[in-house]
Each structure stands twice: as C-alpha cells, then as structure tokens.
C-alpha cells in the first residue's frame, strides 16, 4: 500500500471510530436523559405527605405547578366530606374523618420555615430523592393547601393561611403563589371566603373541583353526602367575584371512560360559571382506592379537553398520567 492510500485508510478508520463514539455518546446521553426524566415522572406522579420527620409540610414535584410545590398538611389523619374512587389517600387504606385534632401551629411555622430555607440555599437537593431533578423544576411554584382531606374543613385554615402568607412575603420569591386544592364544598362559609381573600391578595389561586356534569355521576365519582347543586352553586356564587382555577379528574371507570354527554354536560356547567382563570383536565396517576377506577389515555383526555374548549370558549390545559 502507497503512502497516500494508507493515509486514506488511516483517516477512514478515524472517522469511523469517531462515528462510532459519537452513536454510543448519544445512545448514553439518550439513557441518561430517559432515566432522568423517568426519576423525575416517578417524583411527579409519586406525592407522599411525609418527608423526613416533618409531619404538615412537604415537597413535591407538582405535573399541574410545572415545578416544586411545598404542600400544607391540615389534616394527617384525613378530614374530608369526599370519598372519591380515585383518591390516594383512600388506597393507603385510610378513611375519611369528620373530626381530628388540631394541629399545634408553632410546628407548622416551624417546619415550613425550615423547607423553604432548604429550597433557598438548594441543601433540599442534596437528599436523594430530589439530587437528579433538573434546574428548571428546582424553581418553588407555590405553597399548596392540600394533604390528606379537604383543607377548608380544618378550623385552623384561616389562621394558617394567614401564616402562610407572612412566610411567603418574607421568604419567597413575589412569584411563588399560594395555592388552595378543594373539593368546593366550603366556598360558601364567611370565614373560608375572608381567608380566602386574604390568599387572593398573596397571589393566591384557588384550585376548585368539579369532576362531573350531572348528579349521578358526580355521585359515583365523589361518593359525598353533599349535594352536586351544592357544589355548582357554590361555584356559580364564588365566581362571580373571585377568580377560580376549575380542576377535573376524568377517569376509567369499570374501563370505560366519561360518556360524550357527561362531558358536554360537564361543559354546560362550567359556562354557568363567572370568573373562570382555566381549566385542568387531568386523569389518574397514582394509586386508587377501587381497582376499576383507571387513568384514561392520553388521546382521551384530549378529545375531552378540544370538546370542553370548542364548548366553553375556556383556557383548557391537559394533564397525563405518563
């Protein structure tokens, strides 16, 4: 072989090694990339209500918040006036109560002071669990009244949400909102409203459900002794002066998914309603308490999210299990 032709041969060979180098650098950036983001689903879809020893608050990595959430836990033990086929709580065996104790608030402030501290010098994504969420989600979204039953039940949800709100003013960003997760049915109760008010003027959203269009299947839904004209009218009431962010949670039920009349019906309810900022149209993506209670496919949920928008004129944003 001439010296040219075992150049050529030479260089060949380089560039093949660099071809192959440069396929396995992006078949492990892809498996490093898909393993991160499958860490991050499992965060995403994974919302325990207990982290470390701190009892009322908590971190999550909110799908609807797009980012960090810090949740406030009024109940640990699960006051709630729903029992919902597709509640978490309910399938870890948990029921829900009508009375529990209070909680001592000197340990809220405590330990809601303290995550906060931990999301502002970032030592929360030290622990294991968060080390590999990426940048952009380490950014704290909000501080949400959620937990384990309905928060507006506690008797302590006005003076914690005047708490929230000092904390929030001192330690947070102004973009950090405080949120409140509810099943609606205490939207008509004088003191939840003034509490409310006071969240409102903290940038505050309120997160209202409504998971059906008619009675009956808000009945086979919500399991609730209140009554489905209760919660539409309490929402019709609610928003004609304050603005609400409606969530939905449509589901399989028995593998077959929300009837195309439910869901126009579903539609008609929500343009009973005033101050509407947008809907979520979400689906199951944790554990459920009855086993034919399963998450829609993706494709589903968005027929069901274009019909409600062609119908409502609504900002609808869709949320999927996976």
Known sequence: MDSVSQSVSECNTVGEHKIRLSHYK?????FNLSARLS?????TLHHPRRFGTLQY??????????????GVNLSPQGLCNFSCVYCQILAEGDKPKTDVPLVPMDVLEAELRQLVASVNDSTLFEQAVFANVPPEKRIL???AFSGDGEPTLSPQ??????????IRKELCADS???????N???????????ALEVMLQNNGEIWAKLDAGTPEFYQTISRSSVPFQTICNNLIHFTQEFPVVIQTCFLALHGKGPSADEVRQYAERLKELGKVLYVQVYTVARNTPEDWATPLENHQLDDISETVRQQTGL????????
């Open 26 to 30: 992006s078949v492990l950036d892809a």
């Open 39 to 43: 860490q991050i689903m499992s965060l």
């Open 57 to 70: 608050v908590y971190p999550v990595i909110s799908r609807r918040a797009n980012g960090l959430s810090l």
């Open 141 to 143: 979204k909000d501080i």
């Open 157 to 166: 949800f006005a003076e914690t949400v005047r708490l929230v709100a000092d």
């Open 176 to 182: 950090v909102k405080i949120v409140l997760i509810t």
């Open 184 to 194: 609606a049915s205490t939207l008509y109760r004088v003191p939840v409203r003034a």
């Open 315 to 322: 900002d609808v944003r869709t949320f999927y299990s996976k």
